[in-house]
């Protein structure tokens, strides 16, 4: 194919939480770029993957917070930059769990699906290999009668049902245009941004309590050769917001903190392709979930 007939073009993913859109994500591109989860709000920033097919072109895929009603500034921030992104795409994929039921969520995103003007949606129904092929239909006719919806396409982000369709149905909708990133580029956040969230992936993994929610991981260093050559040092930062949280996190003896690093460091070391020395350090940040200057400095930039 000539090089003038590539497309390319930016699709935003969007759904409640725990809908499996970081699944969907991880799946397109065949590897992990998004952190995954069973517990809600566990992506807080836009994740952007760069898919590229040399014949057909380059899809920006951008993973999104789920949309859910807001308790705090940071959940305010997830929430504008995920109802923002809906004008700035060429593609909206609008992704649902055919296993739960209808409810205010998707009132609510339906409503704001239908104030966007001019750029088409795909309703992805997720999760199919859960339920009867017959229990889609009436899911399909309610939906139809709710938004109007440029195509349906039902598929398994887990099992990779489908993927192709998908794909499919994405290109033949994106405007023709050359690449934006290299071809070899599939992700434009730098190394550090991803492993910090590899960690916090990994204390969503093991913590149990309310913890989750309290937490933010800055990489405080990150550095080739600092110990051996053939090693990269990382020092990170988890900030909670009480005292309580910090013993949680550290565990009896120092447990609960080195189960933490030695889960993170088998995927930081696939990531870099290198052996790794993590150090984790853990800091008390009273509420800082609703301070826009600790915000700030913890990577997240409040949207006034």
Known sequence: ???QNL?????TIIGRPNVGKSTLVNQIM??????????????????RAIYTDPARGQVVFIDTPGIHRPKSKLGSYMMDMTLTSLNEVDLILYLIDVTKEFGPGEEFILEQLNQ????????????????????LLPIIDNYRTRASFAEI????????????????????????????????????????FIVA????????????EEVPHSIAVVIDS?????INP???????????????????????????????????????????????YLELWVKVEEDWRNKDHLLKELGYTIIE
């Open 30 to 47: 065949g590897r992990k770029i998004a952190i995954m989860s069973d517990k809600p709000q566990t992506t807080r920033n836009k994740i």
């Open 222 to 226: 990150m550095k080739q050769g600092d």
């Open 7 to 11: 497309k390319s073009g930016f699709v």
């Open 153 to 192: 396409i039902p598929l398994s982000a887990k099992h990779g049902n489908n993927m192709e369709t998908l794909l499919d149905h994405v290109y033949a909708i994106l405007p023709a245009g050359p690449n934006y990133y290299p071809v070899d580029q599939t992700t434009d956040y730098p190394e550090g």
């Open 197 to 208: 969230e590899l960690i916090r992936e990994k204390i969503l993994d093991v913590m149990r």
């Open 1 to 3: 194919m000539e090089k």
């Open 116 to 135: 966007v003007k001019g750029t088409p949606t795909y309703l992805i129904l997720n999760k199919i290999d859960l339920v009867e092929p017959e229990a």
């Open 230 to 276: 053939k090693t990269v040092s990382i020092s990170a930062i988890i900030y909670v917001e009480r005292n309580s949280q910090k013993g949680i996190i550290i565990g009896k003896n120092g447990s609960m903190l080195k189960e933490i690093g030695q889960k993170a460091r088998e995927d930081i070391e696939k990531l870099l392709g290198t052996r790794t």
